[in-house]
């Protein structure tokens, strides 16, 4: 089962590849993973992605995209973002992750200072479609291949070439941005990640809605309308999701029982932890411990 271990600010706590080596290659497979989808992270590293089977819809700093097999989506470094299969569960992606500090080369270099800073902060490059049918993107694309192909094969010398298939890529970025779909970041994605923090630190309580919108400054409406635009989904829908998020990992790693499981996910009961746990995920959490124990012996 694949889980995205975050912090309470959702920062992804995964390093990917090494320090010396920043990159790192995953296929993600959506029916292997923890709810069925990716949900809301972020991390210091670039990524770019491949839907290989399906469609998958790729939220990202308000904005959403469907995907289908061959195209591919850009994240840039600090996003916030999530990716939900459309219909078939098996739906999958190729993603490859990579340290801004692999195009910088060291602090303070022309490639860090006029082609890599102004990218990454705020206000500048966000997301972007990228689409087989253009010349351009359809290049970026397979270089994601060619570059998972060389983390797998491993021969001499395929850091530098992916290093240098890295930096290709990253300047075919950069120089057409700002003809395409790219959304900056805003207050309106602040003030989603005040209320995910929020919903995180207090997901055992009996949350409301005027609680939250009291912690960020905001009407009601005004928060689950901004939840909504950069979500795509409701404050309490992803409430749902973390508690159930918890309550998986608390049936993995504890022997506590049911009833239990339920108040520390922050359930109001046993009953209703049950049935929402039946809805979403197919099978009783019961069931759930059960088949995961046969798959570990």
């Known amino acids: 089962m694949i889980s995205i271990q975050v912090s309470d600010d959702r920062r992804e706590m995964k390093q990917h590849g090494t320090y010396e080596f920043p990159v790192a290659v995953y296929h993600y497979v959506m029916s292997e993973c923890m709810l069925g989808y990716i949900n809301w992270h972020w991390h210091e590293e670039i990524q770019l992605t491949v839907v290989t089977k399906g469609a998958i819809r790729f939220f990202a700093d308000g904005a959403q995209y469907l995907l289908k097999e061959g195209e591919g989506f850009f994240i840039n470094s600090s996003r916030l973002h999530?990716?939900?299969?459309?219909?078939?569960?098996?739906?999958?992606?190729?993603?490859?992750?990579?340290?801004?500090?692999?195009?910088?080369?060291?602090?303070?270099?022309?490639?860090?200072?006029?082609?890599?800073?102004?990218?990454?902060?705020?206000?500048?490059?966000?997301?972007?479609?990228?689409?087989?049918?253009?010349?351009?993107?359809?290049g970026m694309l397979r270089a994601v291949y060619e570059i998972a192909s060389l983390c797998e094969e491993k021969h001499f010398g395929y850091e530098l070439e992916v290093q240098m298939k890295v930096a290709e890529l990253w300047l075919s970025l950069i120089r057409g941005y700002a003809a395409e779909e790219s959304v900056s970041l805003s207050r309106n994605h602040d003030t989603v990640q005040e209320i995910i923090s929020f919903l995180r630190k207090h997901y055992q309580e009996g949350v409301t809605l005027h609680q939250v919108a009291r912690e960020v400054g905001f009407s009601e409406s005004e928060c689950c309308r901004l939840f909504k635009r950069v979500t795509g989904d409701t404050i309490l829908n992803y409430l749902k999701a973390y508690r159930l998020t918890r309550s998986i990992e608390l049936l993995e790693e504890t022997s506590l029982s049911v009833s239990e499981i339920a108040y520390e996910a922050g359930f109001s009961g046993a009953s209703y932890f049950i049935e929402t746990f039946r809805r979403e995920l197919g099978q009783t959490p019961l069931q759930y411990r059960k088949l995961k124990k046969e798959a570990l012996t």
């Open 82 to 138: 999530m990716a939900r299969p459309e219909n078939d569960p098996s739906s999958s992606y190729l993603c490859l992750d990579f340290h801004p500090r692999l195009l910088s080369s060291f602090a303070g270099s022309v490639f860090e200072e006029r082609y890599v800073r102004p990218y990454i902060e705020r206000g500048m490059l966000s997301h972007l479609r990228l689409d087989p049918e253009q010349n351009d993107q359809a």
